[in-house]
């Protein structure tokens, strides 16, 4: 069992940057994936972000340039840098770990979810 806790939100103004923190538990935090979810209202939830346990990386078109998704396994911590946030970006962020899945590529191969952190972005 994993529990996820996100950190890092709140309200910037167009522009600016959050970075938001997951901490995990437990001791086998460096096999997983990572993953960064967003769910605007009443939109369905998005991949923002993963990284593989070796440390490779994707991101959605949407925030490719923007936004930078890292780890730390001695903290058992995944961040997301967000730099350049616009107004779309407003959402709850939701940390999730996949220990299935090498790739992690559709949100059911998430196994562990966080209870999200809200962005707002918005002069």
């Known amino acids: 069992q994993v529990q996820l806790v996100e950190s890092g939100g709140g309200l910037v103004q167009p522009g600016g940057s959050l970075r938001l923190s997951c901490a995990a538990s437990?001791?086998?935090?460096?096999?997983?994936?990572m993953g960064w979810y967003r769910q605007a209202p009443g939109k369905q939830r998005e991949s923002v972000a993963a990284?593989?346990?070796?440390?490779?990386?994707n991101y959605a078109d949407s925030v490719k340039g923007r936004f930078t998704i890292s780890r730390d396994n001695t903290k058992n911590t995944v961040y997301l840098q967000m730099n350049g946030l616009k107004p779309e970006d407003t959402a709850v962020y939701y940390c999730?770990?996949?220990?299935?899945?090498?790739?992690?590529?559709?949100?059911?191969?998430?196994?562990?979810w966080g209870q999200g952190t809200q962005v707002t972005v918005s002069s």
């Open positions: 437990g001791r086998t935090f460096s096999t997983y994936a």
């Open positions: 990284i593989t346990v070796g440390g490779s990386t």
């Open positions: 999730a770990a996949c220990s299935r899945v090498a790739v992690p590529r559709f949100i059911s191969d998430y196994d562990y």
